[in-house]
């Protein structure tokens, strides 16, 4: 579904991806992990546009997505959680979902979608009246995906959706995750650094070092690799 | 004790503010007897003030914090949303509004509805700059310069082309919005403080070029003998004319009003708001940052092309000056006073900030100084301005908050 070849992108003079290539299938789960400062969140900005793509291609079911607007690659059913949430802050939680809606212009399909997230997340429709930036970290984090998933994306681009939360609610997240995955058939590309989890979740997985990828494979290739034992699971 | 307590405060405070204000309150230089006369019962007469200004807002502040059952929500801003949140009231509310406002010039001097036009002519820029400041929260400080773009549009068409009112109107504003694009792609990156400072520049190079351009804009001069709006091809008085200008405008702030009312709940409108609170958000949610800041840059500055082809319709002669850094901090204080975003606050903030100084015109000396401090005052007590703008409410069936 979504292909990467040989991408290059960074900020200034400075390349924070060198060479990537990778691929992920419809109703894949990949994640990609790797240190602080690997290049993982640019790859996905530069996926969805907001960071230009400076050398390589990004294909999208076949077509050339690399220098479209970001707008553009939502509507092609791209839709991006980004890091640190970024949810709007004085807009409610309600106004919040609906922004993530914005394209969409079926209104019965956005109004399921809002009970199907909803569903998903009690806790934002007691909260729907809230502003955003009252939310807890939590919360948030749930109101950013729920945004998302309002664009009824075909693939869900997720920033570290574990990054400041307690162990529970990162279990929670990593759940509706697989969840989103196996009812909705939601292709999902997990960029993480709680990288046990996402492992466990994810059916294949890139490891990034430097802005390059220096090892792939299954969940549970990579979770017993040595290298990735050594460097990323602290074993 | 603490009335102990806030006498002690009270009089620390009116002690500094004796110290502060004694080189413009005490002293005073006598050049011809070049002697210095100290006017020491200012000095009393400032401490005593301050003493018990300051005391009774301390002593006010206890109490409201003793007795929160009043709560915050006894204030105008909350009063005027109660009339309009029902609508019964709100009909009533704005029925006698219009008819105040059309009986208005019958009863007033011309004088007076001409103040009121000058009025009515800023609640349409402020709304128009509410549009790019409070809803899209692109902080614009040269807004003045799509006014000057409609007034000149009007006044140059006619010297040239012999053009009416009513043709210029159009071309000015879509000419001011054209300008409002010019303007939004080199700045499509900026925010804040950058943003606020190019367009600062902005509205500087419009006011100078039509200053030095003679040629074009006959400089500081001026243009002058610019035709009043006609009645239909009639030829109206000097009274008639105002009069008929007053009702144009009474027409263009309701117009503007519903406009930028629809607007606001639009597409367009939350993509302003969305853009104010998050770009990287508004991006991930696949709204186009480049149109949407352009489109508020386009829809604010129709609005002041518009108010400038009245404007120089009812003053029948313009010239730069009329198109100062200061008009663009008038506007911007409007909206800034009035409440950002809030339609309802911008009106009453132009109403307030132009017709208070027409009505102390005994104290017009102080006029910048009451200017600053209404301002500051503000900051400190109401900085959501007069008349916040409320969130649109969403209908909920038995809900219950379960947050401690």
Redesign the interface.
């Known amino acids: 579904m979504l292909r990467l070849e040989h991408v290059r992108a960074g900020y200034g003079n400075i390349l924070a991806i060198k060479d990537i290539s990778l691929v992920i299938s419809e109703g894949e789960i990949v994640t990609l992990i790797g240190a602080n400062g690997a290049g993982k969140s640019t790859t996905l900005m530069t996926i969805?546009?907001?960071v230009p793509c400076r050398g390589g291609k990004i294909l999208l079911n076949g077509r050339e997505i690399q220098g479209e607007?970001?707008?553009n690659?939502?509507?092609l059913g791209l839709?991006?959680?980004?890091e640190g949430r970024?949810?709007?802050?004085?807009?409610?939680v309600?106004?919040n979902l609906?922004?993530?809606a914005?394209?969409r212009r079926d209104k019965d399909g956005v109004k399921r979608d809002l009970e199907f997230v909803y569903t998903l997340f009690p806790i934002l429709e007691?909260?729907?009246?809230?502003h955003g930036g009252a939310l807890s970290g939590g919360e948030q984090q749930m109101l950013a995906m729920s945004?998302?998933l309002m664009?009824r994306p075909k693939m869900l681009l997720l920033d570290e959706p574990s990054m400041g939360l307690a162990p529970l609610l990162i279990k929670q997240i990593f759940a509706i995750i697989e969840r989103l995955n196996r009812e909705r058939g939601t292709t999902i590309f997990l960029v993480e650094q709680n990288a046990r989890k996402a492992l466990r979740v994810a059916h294949r997985g890139y490891v990034l070092e430097n802005g390059e990828i220096i090892v792939t494979g299954t969940g549970r290739e990579l979770a017993a690799n040595e290298k990735v034992q050594s460097a990323y699971l602290g074993m | 004790m603490p009335i102990l307590a806030e006498i002690r405060f009270a009089l620390r405070a009116a002690l500094w503010f004796v110290f502060l204000t004694f080189p413009i309150m005490v002293i005073k230089a006598d050049p011809i007897g070049q002697t210095v006369i100290w006017r020491w019962r200012n000095a009393v007469w400032v401490g005593a003030c301050s003493f018990f200004v300051c005391l009774a807002l301390r002593l006010w502040k206890n109490y409201r914090a003793k007795h929160p059952a009043l709560g915050p929500s006894n204030d105008g801003g909350s009063f005027i949303h109660r009339i309009l949140d029902h609508s019964g009231q709100r009909r009533a509310f704005l029925g006698i509004l219009l008819a105040a406002a059309i009986l208005f010039p019958f009863f007033a001097s011309s004088y007076q509805t001409n103040i009121m036009i000058t009025a009515l002519i800023y609640v349409v820029l402020g709304l128009g700059l509410n549009i790019v400041v409070g809803m899209a929260g692109l902080l614009d400080l040269g807004f003045v310069a799509f006014y000057a773009i409609g007034a000149y549009t009007y006044a140059l068409l006619h010297l040239h082309f012999g053009l009416g009112f009513w043709q210029s109107l159009p071309l000015g504003a879509c000419l001011a919005a054209l300008g409002g694009i010019c303007l939004g792609f080199p700045v499509l990156r900026l925010r804040g403080d950058y943003l606020a400072i190019v367009t600062l520049g902005f509205g500087e190079i419009i006011r100078l070029a039509l200053e030095n351009w003679g040629e074009f804009s006959q400089g500081p001069s001026g243009i002058a003998n610019i035709p009043r709006p006609g009645f239909f091809g009639m030829t109206l008085s000097l009274d008639q004319s105002i009069l008929f200008l007053y009702f144009i405008m009474i027409v263009f702030v309701i117009a503007t009003i519903f406009v930028v009312n629809r607007l606001r709940d639009s597409?367009i409108g939350?993509?302003w708001?969305?853009l104010r609170?998050?770009e990287?958000?508004?991006?991930?949610?696949?709204?186009?940052?480049q149109k949407t800041k352009l489109a508020a840059f386009a829809l604010g500055a129709f609005w002041a092309g518009g108010m400038g082809v009245v404007f120089a319709a009812k003053t029948t002669f313009i010239n730069p000056a009329s198109f100062t850094f200061l008009e663009s901090v008038i506007i911007l204080s409007i909206v800034v006073l009035g409440g950002m975003g809030s339609i309802v606050g911008v009106v009453c903030g132009a109403l307030i900030l132009v017709l208070l100084p027409e009505y102390l015109r005994a104290l017009s000396e102080y006029r910048m100084l009451a200017f600053g401090a209404i301002l500051v005052l503000m900051m400190i007590f109401r900085p959501q301005g007069l008349i916040p703008t409320i969130?649109?409410?969403?209908p909920?069936e038995n809900?219950t908050?379960?947050?401690p």
């Not at chain 1, 007691?126 to 809230?130: A, E, L, V």
């Open positions: 969805s546009g907001l607007a970001p707008d690659i939502v509507r839709s991006q959680v980004p970024h949810i709007f802050p004085l807009l409610t309600k106004e609906d922004m993530g914005f394209l007691k909260r729907q009246r809230q945004r998302a664009a | 597409r939350r993509a708001i969305a609170e998050d990287i958000a508004c991006q991930a949610m696949g709204i186009d940052k969130k649109s409410r969403y909920l809900l908050d379960d947050r």
